[in-house]
């Protein structure tokens, strides 16, 4: 069985719903403390074995590419002793994995976006991550989890947490025969169904292991849900043919694509925060009264 060593990382998206802000900075660049969102779910990846990192960009991808180059200028002016932990960390960005870029000239949906990674992993199965959404499990990355899940199985795995049924049509649905240790054997998955037809609130959460067969399975999809290549559809294809399964994870899920989720993130973040956790904590505390 193949090493999956590469990610893909859809980052096309409009961000409509942070606008003005991403009307010139793609919403995956929002800062959490001092790292965009980008580079946390990158460092996932890093950490869970991936060396090779593809971004499917769209607009102001020359943001996202320039951030995770190195600054040459930038490294120069901070020589300074006493600036070197701003030194190593503008370095460590652009060390973390190889990075390569392709541009989803159209908003096609994210079977399309997919579909433009094919080249780059060459046979290969990968890791596929969302940009909107942060995991955040401090003792095993959830992508990790995943790919040991791939390791096991030899199939596609979509990385699902249970939610309240009501919140089940902003995401998907997947259907199942039966589960052993966490992984379910899937049956069948429907992206954003009405409240009246989910019949399952076990949901697919934006981490995903993609055997190489997936781009088969994509280019017999047909415009799916909003009038998109939804990459649910391909899955579902995938899952009646024995090719998929799901895997409940462990760790918690920011949804920062969501206003409120972003601020969650960024609340539960800094208090995690080695050198000012404690004294937000205190500040929280003294507002909150």
């Known amino acids: 069985m193949k090493k999956i060593r590469k990610a893909v990382i859809p980052v096309a998206g409009f961000g409509t719903r942070f606008l003005p802000f991403t009307k010139s900075v793609p919403k995956m660049m929002l800062p959490v403390i001092d790292k965009p969102v980008l580079q946390i779910i990158v460092e996932e990846a890093v950490e869970s074995g991936i060396d090779e990192v593809l971004f499917i960009v769209g607009n102001h991808s020359d943001i996202i590419e320039d951030y995770f180059s190195f600054d040459e200028e930038l490294v120069s002016r901070l020589k300074d002793p006493s600036k070197r932990p701003y030194r190593e960390a503008v370095e460590r960005v ?3 994995a190889k990075f390569s870029y392709v541009v ?5 949906g994210t ?4 579909a433009l990674a094919k080249d780059f992993t060459a046979g290969e199965p990968f890791l596929l991550m969302f940009g ?3 995991m955040y499990n401090p003792s ?3 992508s990790l989890q995943l790919i040991e899940t791939y390791y096991k199985t030899g199939k596609t795995v979509l990385g699902c947490k249970r939610v309240p049924k009501e919140d089940v049509p902003k995401y998907a649905s997947v259907e199942y025969s039966r589960v052993e240790n966490g992984i379910y054997e899937m049956s069948r998955i429907v992206e954003k169904p009405p409240l009246s037809q989910v019949k399952s609130d076990l949901a697919p959460l934006g981490r995903y292991v993609c055997d190489a067969d997936i781009f088969d399975y994509i280019g017999k999809i047909g415009l ?9 559809d391909a899955f579902d294809l995938q899952a009646k043919d024995g090719r ?3 895997y409940e994870f462990e760790g918690v899920r920011y949804d920062t694509g969501d206003k409120f989720g972003y601020l969650k993130a960024v609340v539960e973040y800094s208090l995690r925060d080695g050198e000012y956790g404690a ?3 205190e500040y929280l505390k003294s507002i909150v009264k």
């Open 224 to 232: 799916g849900a909003g009038g998109e290549y939804q990459i649910t």
């Open 140 to 142: 095993k990355p959830v």
């Open 111 to 114: 079977a399309h976006a997919v």
């Open 244 to 246: 998929a399964v799901a």
């Open 94 to 96: 652009s060390s973390l």
């Open 132 to 134: 909107d959404d942060l």
């Open 104 to 108: 989803q000239e159209e908003q096609k």
């Open 279 to 281: 004294r937000f904590a």
